[in-house]
C-alpha cells in the first residue's frame, strides 16, 4: 500500500489527484491489475468524474451543499454532520483497472478527492493488486 498527501484549502472542494496516482503507477511499475483508490477520513471521500471542465466539480459540490446544507440542528457536537453524510453518498473509495501500466479511464475521467470539512492535511490510500 502507498500513501498520497493532499492538502486542502477549503470546506468543500473537489481535488484531481490523477496525476499523482498515474505517477505512483508508473514509479511503482505495475502492470496489470486493479488500483483501489481510498481515503480513511469519515469526512472526505474519493469519486471518478469529468475532469475537462471544472464547472463539473463545482457543480457538483454546490449541488451537494444545497442538498445537504449545515444544519444548526444536527445532533452531532462537533458541527460537521454536513461533512459526514456527503461522505457516505459519494463514497470513501474507488476501483481503477490497470492494463500494460496505464489507469483505464474514460476520455474525460479524473480521479478526485473530495473534501467536506478542510481545510485539512488528508491521506489518499493506494493498493495495487496483480493479476
Known amino acids: 500500500m502507498e500513501t498520497i498527501s493532499v ?10 489527484i490523477t496525476g499523482k ?8 511499475g505495475w502492470g496489470d491489475g486493479i488500483l483501489v ?9 474519493v469519486t471518478i468524474n469529468e475532469n475537462a471542465d471544472p464547472d463539473v466539480q463545482a457543480d457538483m459540490n454546490s449541488f451537494l451543499s444545497k442538498l445537504i446544507p449545515d444544519l444548526p440542528d444536527f445532533s452531532h457536537a462537533e458541527g460537521n454532520s454536513d461533512s459526514h453524510i ?6 470513501c473509495s474507488e476501483t481503477v483497472i490497470i492494463e500494460n ?3 483505464v479511464l474514460g476520455t474525460w475521467q479524473g480521479i478526485y478527492f473530495c473534501e467536506f470539512d478542510g481545510p485539512r492535511n488528508r491521506k489518499v490510500h493506494v493498493k ?3 493479476y
Not at 7 to 16: A, G
Not at 37 to 45: D, E, M, R
Open 128 to 130: 495495487f493488486i496483480g
Open 37 to 45: 483508490v481510498y481515503t480513511p477520513h469519515t469526512t472526505s471521500a
Open 7 to 16: 492538502r486542502t484549502n477549503t470546506r468543500n472542494s473537489f481535488i484531481d
Open 101 to 103: 501500466g496505464q489507469l
Open 21 to 28: 496516482v498515474v505517477s505512483l503507477v508508473s514509479s511503482k
Open 86 to 91: 456527503k461522505s457516505s453518498l459519494v463514497w
